[in-house]
């Protein structure tokens, strides 16, 4: 394609044409460097879909752009009237917030909040969920996990680091904290209101994420594993949603370790619905796991209530779909007459199985 199709395709609001002008520009191949026009491009180019935020102004563009990328930007955010300058104000905080000016980030998010953008409810739940991490004291209730650090959370760009944070200890110690600043209230609003909000699927998982780690592990909430349970099995039932951390997983697996929760009708009842929905998408591989996993707690739910009938037919069904632990559980019942007769060749079979698929 060349430069002429290019313009012609940006100015058709073709997302990707407008990214690859943009990347020209800035290194001046096949046309004059001009990094005002250069970010424009790159500002239409993630407004229509194409870049996550934190790409298009992460380090790599702001040291090609200079100083320019930065004015240029701030300028767009006082375009009164411009039905883009929500979008505008929303990445000058993904900006700011890359540079760890976390004050001037806040601003810009409550900014394009006023005026109606849906994103900036997930950016500032975000940047709470990261200065409250590296919190060396209590926020809202939550509690300091010694050594936690959000890296080996959640994957970040290099300028994202926040391990050993002291520009967010500077903002945690002047932030005078009110109930509009909860983290967990704007993730949740983000989640509540993903409907169209935001055009990049992982970005709506890692709000689930966070929020999921924030009640699991009291980052800026307190410890709520009811809540956590819930938020795991809404990320199971989403074909699109990649538990790459396991946080989902291992929070339903921590739950089926506490008795209290165990008990309680609303995780029952969560799992039966994981479990009918994942039923329906066996053919996804994903899915069949996430259906394996759903099986298995729903058979654990109800071996612990003493309902081994129950419990020995979702046992054997995950175990069939290549639950490990499922098996080792199934084994047990073989060996101990729950659920079924006991057989010790049936509970010999199934521990062996077990050991071999680990």
Do not use: F, P
């Given at each position: 394609m060349t430069v002429e199709q290019l313009k012609d395709a940006a100015e058709d609001y073709d997302a990707n044409a407008q990214y690859v002008l943009a990347q020209m520009l800035l290194s001046g191949d096949k046309v004059e460097t001009d990094s005002v026009a250069a970010v424009e491009y790159l500002l239409h180019s993630a407004a229509g879909g194409f870049l996550t935020p934190s790409l298009v102004f992460g380090n790599y563009h702001l040291e090609k752009a200079n100083s320019n990328a930065e004015k240029t930007l701030l300028e767009l955010c006082r375009l009164e009237g411009s039905s883009y300058q929500h979008v505008f104000q929303t990445y000058a905080g993904v900006l700011f917030f890359a540079k760890q000016d976390y004050d001037t980030a806040e601003r810009f998010f409550k900014m394009a909040l006023n005026n109606g953008n849906l994103l900036a409810v997930a950016e500032l739940g975000l940047l709470y969920f990261y200065v409250v991490a590296n919190s060396p004291e209590p926020v809202n209730g939550g509690r300091v996990k010694k050594g936690f650090n959000p890296d080996s959370y959640m994957p970040v760009m290099e300028s994202w680091k926040m391990s050993d944070n002291v520009a967010a200890v500077r903002y945690l110690k002047k932030k005078q904290w009110s109930e509009e600043d909860n983290m967990a209230f704007w993730l949740s609003e983000a989640i509540d209101n993903d409907s169209g909000w935001y055009p990049f699927g992982t970005m709506s998982y890692s709000v689930y994420e966070h929020l999921l780690f924030a009640y699991t592990e009291g980052i800026g909430v307190p410890v709520n594993m009811e809540k956590a349970a819930g938020l795991a099995c809404d990320c199971l039932d989403d074909e699109y949603f990649d538990d790459m951390n396991g946080i989902a997983k291992e929070t339903l697996l921590a739950v089926l370790e506490n008795n209290a929760l165990i008990s309680k009708p609303f995780l029952k009842s969560k799992l039966d619905v994981l479990y009918n929905s994942t039923n329906k998408s066996k053919s996804n591989e994903k899915m069949m796991t996430n259906h394996a996993l759903a099986a298995y707690c729903l058979g654990m739910v109800h071996f612990k209530q003493r309902e081994y009938g129950k419990a020995f037919k979702y046992l054997?069904?995950?175990?069939?779909?290549?639950?490990?632990?499922?098996?080792?559980?199934?084994?047990?019942?073989?060996?101990?007459?729950?659920?079924?007769?006991?057989?010790?060749?049936?509970?010999?079979?199934?521990?062996?199985?077990?050991?071999?698929?680990?």
């Open positions: 054997t069904e995950s175990a069939e779909m290549g639950d490990v632990k499922a098996m080792t559980q199934l084994s047990e019942c073989y060996r101990r007459g729950k659920g079924i007769e006991a057989n010790s060749d049936k509970a010999t079979y199934w521990e062996k199985k077990a050991k071999e698929s680990r």
